[in-house]
């Protein structure tokens, strides 16, 4: 059974960083893409980063380009996202997704972790 276990969010002062963690458990994601998407109170829940897990190829929403970083551990089998510059508009709810690899990072994603908070004062 796929588990997907987010960590890492809190509480942090505009223009800090953080690093969320992904812990995935439960086959081999190889041949998967894995997703961080963010759902701030009231909006819809949107796509933030991605990463194909065998080549490590990423990709990245316009809010995130040149601040956000997504890597993954294979030994670890774990993805991260590293946050830097963080804005008050970045506070949301952020989950970790994965899904097979069909050629595309968009789409619907098959397996969702509980969601870690984000909170950016200003």
């Known amino acids: 059974q796929v588990q997907l276990v987010e960590s890492g969010g809190e509480l942090v002062q505009a223009g800090g960083s953080l690093r969320l963690s992904c812990a995935a458990s439960g086959r081999t994601f190889s041949g998967y893409v894995m997703g961080w998407f963010r759902q701030a109170p009231g909006n819809e829940r949107e796509f933030v980063a991605a990463i194909r897990w065998s080549s490590g190829t990423t990709v990245y929403a316009d809010a995130g380009k040149g601040r956000f970083t997504i890597s993954r551990d294979n030994g670890k089998n774990t993805v991260y996202l590293q946050m830097n510059s963080l804005k008050p508009e970045d506070t949301a709810v952020y989950y970790c997704?994965?899904?097979?690899?069909?050629?595309?990072?968009?789409?619907?994603?098959?397996?969702w972790g509980q969601g870690t908070q984000v909170t950016v004062s200003a």
């Open positions: 997704a994965a899904k097979p690899w069909d050629g595309t990072y968009s789409g619907e994603y098959d397996y």
